[in-house]
């Protein structure tokens, strides 16, 4: 369980960060829609974990990996926009977010049984 402190400090970086990716983030990636769907900071408060969610693309993989590329060109902006809340910038580490995408594949997955009839009914 995160402490308070953690917890203020995730959700501080989570605006930042997609503000950022908001106003910049087509410079980045391009044309992809990408949404910060979770922070979760270390007990140290020096690693933050950003979880994404990415959205018009095939390619999802891709717009981590040009984030990752340009990570100095974030962790500047992020250091810049946060240098009066926190003492030490976080390093970042970015992952895709499925969690949509697998629901999408189990509701899917539910109406294709519901139509076979292989579900039972509801009561």
């Known amino acids: ?3 308070i402190r953690q ?7 989570k605006r930042s960060i997609s503000m950022y990716l908001a106003q910049e983030g087509s410079y980045l990636y391009g044309d992809p829609l990408v949404t910060v769907t979770n922070v979760v ?6 690693i933050a974990k950003v979880y994404l969610s990415v959205f018009n693309t095939e390619n999802k993989q891709a717009v981590i990996l ?3 590329e340009n990570y100095v060109r974030v962790r500047q902006a ?3 926009r946060l240098r009066k809340q926190l003492r030490r910038m976080p390093q970042f580490e970015f992952f895709l977010d499925d ?5 999408y594949r189990l509701r899917d997955l539910f109406q294709r049984l519901h ?8 009561e």
């Not at 917890?7 to 970086?13: H, Y």
């Not at 969690?99 to 629901?103: A, H, P, V």
């Open 1 to 3: 369980m995160p402490s």
């Open 7 to 13: 917890s203020q400090v995730a959700e501080l970086v």
């Open 41 to 46: 900071m270390s007990p140290d408060l020096l």
């Open 66 to 68: 040009e984030l990752e």
């Open 78 to 80: 992020m250091s810049i």
């Open 99 to 103: 969690t949509l995408d697998e629901m």
């Open 115 to 122: 139509d076979d009839h292989q579900m039972g009914e509801e």
